[in-house]
Structure formats: structure tokens, C-alpha cells
């Protein structure tokens, strides 16, 4: 049986960007993708925001990976054709007493890297954002918008014209280390795969395929929390360009306005604790949206929001509060060449390129 240099489990976005910076004419890769198709889950159920990478420790790996995935985004959309626009963020304060927390998200952007951010004042904000109502806001000009399918479909291309393979409604359901390879089971198929390294990339059922492979993430901290997000479109357009955020809430950002690539607006995302995969989006949560953004749209009115769409987050932590991915190569726990990417939320999608650089130095894959 021929042994596969490297599996990547999951072909959401980063295991995508993941195969396509693996694979290489003179090794072999094979992708397992429990779906029909790449990015069925969160990839494809998210605000399609490039976050410029203000809001994450400095010396955190979101932080970090943010802003080089962001700087990678931009290149592969300038060189490859994948639409990204910088539409630029303001971030809002509402009251005289969301001002500190915006000049400390200012200095903690710098700490790490982040360029062009600025204060601004009251008096500004009209010529940024019509419309918008706020005392001060903090200007982003390398925040964008990204289309998640062509970035999606960029990674899947680069990794086949590379030779990657990748089987489709093909579960992974048992591993066993055998000799210096791994033996994976998978669903549907009568034979294992044999590989030399394996990278989880399997999202919302990371730290489940972690388990399978002997892991302990109870004791790693590394046991996954289900949270959704809930979008609300809105009927009209608005005369707004950026992107506008309100000070980011105790365990999230808040709902916010973001823009797509035809001009359209919308709201979110909520966030809340789920159990199971459930994408409707409750009507009577237009009342939370509206009182949300009506604090820096004044002119909004409740009948402009419609239920859109919904996403699922894999998180680290049960409340929603700050954790950092969870990314490691398990040689100390017994198997070597198996990395673990666990609790890819965002910036998981501005990340995607950092993520998997690093995940090919650690497996210490050629270039």
C-alpha cells in the first residue's frame, strides 16, 4: 500500500490554503473532506472581512497571522485575480466613555503591526461614513472585504494543478499510529490510508479528529464550543463605504456593518452557544440588531432588516471570551508529523496563507 507523504483533514479555508501550500509535484497529498464540496461550513458562512489585526494581543498568534495573512490576501488578489477591496474600517464610539477603549485598541494595533491606524474625530466621521453617528471613531484604511468562494476556489485550484487529490464525502473515523506512519479509516472506503504526517484542519470537528488520534483536549484545552452568528441584510442601500464596528463587546465585536462586493449592506453577527449545526436565523432577533446599530445609524429603521444568513464558530473558550488558536505539532504526545489546528476562529479567514506557512514549518516541509 503506498504511503501518502501528507493528509489533510478538512477543505474549509484552511485546509485548502493548507494543501495548496503542501503540495508539490515530487510528493503526494490527499485532502479528506466529509462533504460534496470545500467550505461548506464556516468557511462559507462569515463576514468575508480581511481584518487588518487590531483587536488580538500583541504576540498572539491571531495577531500575528492576522496581519501576514492579511499583507498574503492582498498579493494573492493583486497576482491571481481573487477579488479583495480595501474598503477601510471605522470603528465608532458612541459614547464619551468608549473613546479609551478605541485609542487602546489604537496602540494595541500598533504594538502589532497593523499600519495607517488613526483617531478621528466627531467632525470627520460624516466625510468617512455618511450617516453614521458617533463621538470619535478610529480609522482602519487596511481592513477590506474579501470574496470567501474565489479565495476558496484559488486554494483548491493551486493545490490540483500541484497534484493534490481530493476525495469528496470522505470521513475520517479511525486512526492508529503503525510503524512510522499513521493508518487512517475512512468512511465509505474498504482500504486505510497510510500517511507520513497529518494536519487537522477538520473546523468545527478539529478537536473531535484530535480525539480519534488519541489526544486528550479536555486536558490540552483544547475541547471545542459551538457558537452561532446570525446576519441581517438590509432592504435599502446606504451611502457608507467602510466598514463601521461599534466598540467591540465583553466577548465579541459586536454587531457590526459590513458591505459586499456589489455594494450590499449588511448586519451581525450576533453570537450565542449552540449543541448542533442549525443555520435559520431567528426573525424575533431583528429587535436586538436594530437596537445594536441604531446607536451609529440613526436613520435605520426596524423594517429594513431581513433575516440573511448564519454561521457556526468553532471556539475554544465556553463563554466566547479571547482564546488563541491552537496550533501544534505533537511529537512531545507520540505522534510526530500530526499537527493539530484547533479553534480557527477570526481571523481565521484573514489568516488562512500565515497558517499555513507555519503549519508547513512545523511539519519542516520544503518550500
Known amino acids: 500500500m503506498e504511503t501518502i507523504d501528507a493528509v489533510v483533514v478538512g477543505a474549509g479555508i484552511i485546509g485548502l490554503a493548507t494543501a495548496a501550500r503542501l503540495a508539490r509535484p515530487d510528493n503526494n497529498v490527499v485532502v479528506l473532506e466529509r462533504h460534496q464540496r470545500h467550505g461548506l461550513e464556516t468557511s462559507s458562512r462569515n ?71 488613526a483617531m478621528v474625530d466627531k467632525a470627520d466621521i460624516p466625510g468617512l461614513a455618511p ?19 474565489e479565495l476558496m476556489r484559488y486554494f483548491l485550484l493551486k493545490a490540483q494543478e500541484a497534484g493534490a487529490i481530493f476525495l469528496w464525502d470522505s470521513e475520517l473515523t479511525s486512526v492508529a499510529r503503525e510503524g512510522g506512519s499513521y493508518r487512517l479509516g475512512v468512511k465509505g472506503m474498504d482500504d486505510p490510508i497510510l500517511a507520513r504526517c497529518v494536519v487537522n484542519a477538520a473546523g468545527l470537528s478539529s478537536d473531535r479528529v484530535a480525539g480519534l488520534a488519541g489526544s486528550d483536549c479536555d486536558a490540552a484545552g483544547c475541547r471545542l464550543h459551538w457558537f452561532k452568528g446570525e446576519y441581517f441584510s438590509l432592504r435599502r442601500a446606504l451611502p457608507i463605504k467602510p466598514l463601521v464596528y461599534p466598540v ?120
Open 47 to 117: 463576514s468575508e472581512v480581511i481584518h487588518a489585526g487590531l483587536y488580538y494581543p500583541s504576540g498572539s498568534l491571531k495577531a500575528r497571522f492576522c496581519v501576514e495573512g492579511r499583507r498574503k490576501l492582498y498579493e494573492i488578489g493583486a497576482q491571481h485575480g481573487v477579488f479583495c477591496r480595501r474598503t477601510g474600517k471605522l470603528l465608532v464610539a458612541c459614547a464619551p466613555e468608549e473613546v479609551k477603549k478605541l485609542e487602546s485598541l489604537r496602540a494595541q494595533g500598533q504594538a502589532s503591526g497593523v499600519e495607517g491606524l
Open 131 to 149: 450617516g453614521v453617528r458617533a463621538v470619535a471613531g478610529l480609522w482602519s484604511p487596511e481592513t477590506g472585504i474579501v470574496d470567501s468562494e
Open 248 to 367: 467591540p463587546a465583553e466577548h465579541g465585536l459586536g454587531i457590526h456593518l459590513t458591505v459586499d462586493r456589489q455594494g450590499r449592506h449588511r448586519l451581525g453577527p450576533n453570537a450565542f452557544a449552540v449543541d448542533a449545526l442549525d443555520y435559520e436565523v431567528a426573525p424575533g432577533h431583528r429587535r436586538q440588531f436594530f437596537e445594536a446599530a441604531s446607536r451609529y445609524l440613526p436613520d435605520l429603521r426596524a423594517e429594513d432588516l431581513v433575516p440573511g444568513t448564519a454561521g457556526i464558530r468553532p471556539k475554544l473558550s465556553a463563554d466566547g471570551s479571547f482564546r488563541d488558536f491552537f496550533i501544534a505539532e505533537q511529537s512531545g504526545h507520540g505522534l510526530p508529523g500530526w499537527v493539530d489546528l484547533i479553534g480557527i476562529d477570526s481571523p481565521g479567514l484573514t489568516a488562512s496563507p500565515a497558517i499555513a506557512d507555519f503549519t508547513a514549518n512545523l511539519l519542516e516541509w520544503p518550500a
